[in-house]
Structure formats: structure tokens, C-alpha cells
């Protein structure tokens, strides 16, 4: 019999208070600087450690906790490592997809076309829930339904990424020779991200392909491939205005994407051992320190992995501190486990301490220091949600915020859907509610209502899984 996964509760919960506080972060950018300076994100040379700079490290960190737990969940099922490779691959597309077509703001095609750009916002979230909803299963016409949705999402996508290929204002120019005079980036680090995404994206295409031998669906796979993997390869405009997709910042979903492969990939080979982690941990952060004096850059090496080996740092501490816990889950380990924690959150903090001497606190230039010190909130966090849910049973205190532990995916569009809806019904909260302190209650019950929402999205069976 192969052995049962036991979910940790805390992880769940973790993931979900992140979330919600970073939908609420992210609303308080429309307060302006009637709210506290410290609730904001620090400025690019700024030295200063806001809230808003805390929430997305502890969420990558919670991206580390989940990672020992479903590898260990997918060989239960018996899944072989290429198979689990393959899930990793398709996960790592679809994100950096979507963190693709989030970044761009369809500005200058809505403006082409004559629409509101958030119009074409909206489609290509709806077209995100076509492709990656979590369709129960099903037969007959329903699943053929299912089926063209899904085909559906992909041809929506593609539609709207040639929609970018604007006309210059000059001259002529075909996709075709835009595509090789100003598409390509052709620097190094990006036809080595390029690489990356190409082995993400037919790996999966051929697993599948060895399992059905279903000529037709290898066809349908490699034209959405090469059609999605052009998308890519659009990086900028030239002086005459033509735009392409443009994923120089890979935004949010992208950033998680890359974090994701490159921790779960090495996680893999590591085959769940505490001391290749911990190398994995230090070569991230040594990476990490070597971008923020400049070393990465005169060897060539900057770029190449997005954050610079930051995020995955972070990642690698959330993937070490669940090894922790599953090697001290039973309540008689838990003073050890503890005490780990506390000790490391000590560690991480005296390690932030010496860095700020040479480096400031800085989410934006991505330094050593911010890292330890979030590295530090995040073990401390964790095992304090550790002992109230999984020590002292008292899970049912996070039921409200649960969806957004769960749903996480769902949770993080559900805010852009209704800022697309507002902004074109012209819809405004009292004057009360959009400064100071009743602008702060309106965006934490913003983000509850986002909750919420994707509670009852979820009971209709609307719902992203990747």
C-alpha cells in the first residue's frame, strides 16, 4: 500500500494569510500617502522594509513549503520522476503565460482598436480560466464541451498576442520581419530563459504523446506550443511604435513560475535530503550576494535566473523549513521543532543585521539583506501557525481566509476582474473609504470579499489548477 501524504494545515493557512494581505497591499497603492509610509512598498534606494515588501518573499517561502509535500504526494500516486517532471514543466508554463499576458497592459492595442484597454484585460483572464480551470470529470458531449473550452483559451491568447503586432508609424512591417529585426532579445540570458521554456513546454507534449500515442493530439499540443512559444519571443518596441509582448519583467505569476522550476527541479535530484537543500539554499544566496555587488554582472552571469537567485532562496528556506516539519510533526517533536525554527529566525535576522552594513533593505534591487530578513519573519511565522493549528487544533480560526489558501490562483485574479469591471462601469467607493484609515478598512474587506468570491467560485466549480 503506498503511504498517505499528511497535510500540514499550517501551510495552507500560511499561503492563505499571504494572500489575502497581498491583495490588501496591493490596494493601497490608491490611498496615496494618506496611510502610514510603513504600509508601502520602499522605493528602489530606499532602505526600508515596509509591509508591502514583507508579503510576496513569505509567500515564496510558502511556494518552498508546498514543494517536499507534493512531490511526496505525486510518488504516492506512483508517479515516475519523469512524470513528475512533466507536472512541474506544465505548472512553470502556464505561469510565466499568465504573468506574460498580466504584465502587458494592452494599452496601445485597446487604443488601436478603439476600446478600453481593460477590456482586453478581462478576455485574457477569462481565457486563464478556459484553459486552467479544474473541469470535473466527465463524459460524452460535456466532456467534449470541456475539451473545446480549453482549445478555445489558447486560440483567445493568441488572438490577443497578435494583437500587439501593431502598425509603425512610418513605415510598413510585417510580423514576419518585426518578429526578426525587433521581436527577438537576443541577448544571452534570454535565449537561455527562452531554452528553459522551450524544454518546459515539450516535455510534457512528448510524455503525453508516449502514453496515448494520439498522433491528432500531438499535432493539436506542438501548434499551441509553437504558437505560444512566439509569444515569448516578442521583447519591445522600436523608435517607429511597434509594441510586442514583452516579458523583460516577468511580473508576479512569471516570478513565481521561474522560483517554482528551478526549487522543484533541484528538489527532485536532491530526493528530499536536508544537506543538498542546504547547498541549494547557500548557491542561491551566494548568487543572490554576488548580483548585489556586481560580481554577477562583470562575469556575465546576471539575468540569466529572474531575481538573481533571490527568490529561489527564499523558496529553498520555505523547502528546508518543511522538511523540518515533516521530520517533527509528531506533537512529542514539536519543542524541537521550535526551537529549530526560532533558532534559524535568529540566525536569518543576526545574517540581515551584519549584511544592512553593506547592503540596504531592498525588495526592488533584490539585496541579500531583505532576504534574510524576511527569510527570518517567515520560520518565525510559520511555527507560530504551526502551534495554533496543527499543535492546538484550532484550524477553525482561519475557516474565513481558507479559499485563499486553496484557491490561491483564483484568489490573485479575482482583484484584477473587479479593478477591469469598476473601471469600466465607472464604479467608486465614498470619498470615506478611498484615504486614510477607512481607505485601510476598505482594503482589508476588499481582500476577504476576494475570499469570498473565489469560496463561491469554487462551489460552482470555477476554479484554477495547474
Not at 499550517?10 to 496615496?32: K, Q, Y
Not at 522594509?49 to 510518488?75: E, H, T
Not at 512566439?230 to 513560475?257: C, E, H, S, T
Not at 476588499?446 to 476554479?463: D, E, H, P, R, S
Request: charged fraction near 10%.
Amino acid at each position: 500500500m503506498k503511504n498517505k501524504v499528511v497535510r500540514i494545515e499550517s501551510i495552507d493557512i500560511f499561503r492563505a494569510l499571504t494572500m489575502l494581505l497581498m491583495i490588501f497591499v496591493n490596494d493601497i497603492p490608491g490611498l496615496g500617502n494618506t496611510v502610514p509610509h510603513w504600509l508601502h512598498h520602499a522605493a528602489a534606494n530606499e532602505d526600508m522594509l515596509g509591509l508591502s515588501d514583507v508579503v510576496f518573499p513569505c509567500f515564496l517561502f510558502c511556494v518552498g513549503l508546498s514543494i517536499p509535500f507534493a512531490v511526496q504526494n505525486r510518488i504516492s500516486k506512483g508517479d515516475s520522476q519523469v512524470q513528475i517532471f512533466s507536472h512541474i514543466s506544465q505548472r512553470t508554463v502556464a505561469l510565466l503565460t499568465m504573468g506574460l499576458f498580466s504584465m502587458n497592459g494592452f494599452s496601445h492595442t485597446a487604443n488601436m482598436m478603439g476600446i478600453a484597454p481593460q477590456w482586453l484585460k478581462l478576455v485574457s483572464i477569462i481565457a486563464f480560466f478556459m484553459i486552467w480551470n479544474a473541469y470535473p470529470k466527465a463524459e460524452g458531449i460535456t466532456k467534449k464541451i470541456f475539451e473545446a473550452l480549453h482549445i478555445s483559451g489558447w486560440l483567445i491568447l493568441v488572438i490577443l498576442a497578435f494583437l500587439f503586432v501593431g502598425k509603425p508609424a512610418t513605415h510598413e512591417i510585417s510580423p514576419v520581419s518585426s518578429f526578426i529585426t525587433v521581436g527577438f532579445a537576443a541577448g544571452a540570458q534570454y535565449i537561455f530563459q527562452y531554452a528553459v521554456i522551450a524544454v518546459c513546454a515539450l516535455i510534457p507534449i512528448t510524455a503525453a504523446f508516449m502514453r496515448s500515442r494520439n498522433v491528432l493530439k500531438l499535432l493539436k499540443n506542438i501548434l499551441i506550443f509553437a504558437l505560444v512559444f512566439y509569444l515569448f519571443l516578442f521583447k519591445g518596441a522600436n523608435a517607429d511604435g511597434f509594441v510586442g509582448m514583452r516579458p523583460g519583467w516577468w511580473q508576479i505569476l512569471g516570478l513565481i513560475g521561474w522560483t517554482y522550476f528551478y526549487t522543484s527541479v533541484i528538489f527532485i535530484f536532491t530526493k528530499n535530503k536536508f544537506l543538498p537543500n542546504i547547498l541549494a539554499w547557500i548557491f542561491f544566496t551566494l548568487l543572490c550576494i554576488s548580483a548585489n555587488t556586481g560580481f554577477a554582472s562583470k562575469v556575465g552571469f546576471a539575468g540569466f535566473i529572474p531575481g538573481n537567485g533571490s527568490f529561489q532562496s527564499l523558496a529553498f528556506a520555505g523547502i528546508i523549513a518543511s522538511m523540518l516539519i515533516q521530520r517533527n510533526r509528531h506533537r512529542q517533536n514539536f519543542k524541537k521543532l521550535f526551537s529549530t525554527c526560532i533558532a534559524v529566525a535568529v540566525l536569518m535576522f543576526a545574517a540581515a543585521t551584519i549584511a544592512h552594513r553593506y547592503f540596504i533593505i531592498s525588495k526592488l534591487q533584490e539585496t541579500c539583506t531583505w532576504i534574510f530578513y524576511c527569510t527570518a519573519i517567515s520560520f518565525a511565522c510559520l511555527i507560530l501557525i504551526y502551534l495554533l493549528a496543527d499543535v492546538k487544533n484550532k484550524q477553525s480560526w482561519f475557516s474565513i481566509i481558507k479559499p485563499a489558501g486553496t484557491g490561491t490562483l483564483t484568489c490573485y485574479l479575482v482583484p484584477s476582474i473587479w479593478y477591469g469591471i469598476a473601471s469600466l462601469a465607472a464604479i467608486t467607493f465614498p470619498e470615506f473609504a478611498r484615504a486614510g484609515f477607512g481607505g485601510l478598512v476598505k482594503s482589508m474587506l476588499f481582500a476577504f470579499a476576494a475570499t469570498g468570491i473565489t469560496w463561491l467560485l469554487g462551489k460552482i466549480k470555477i476554479k484554477l489548477k495547474i
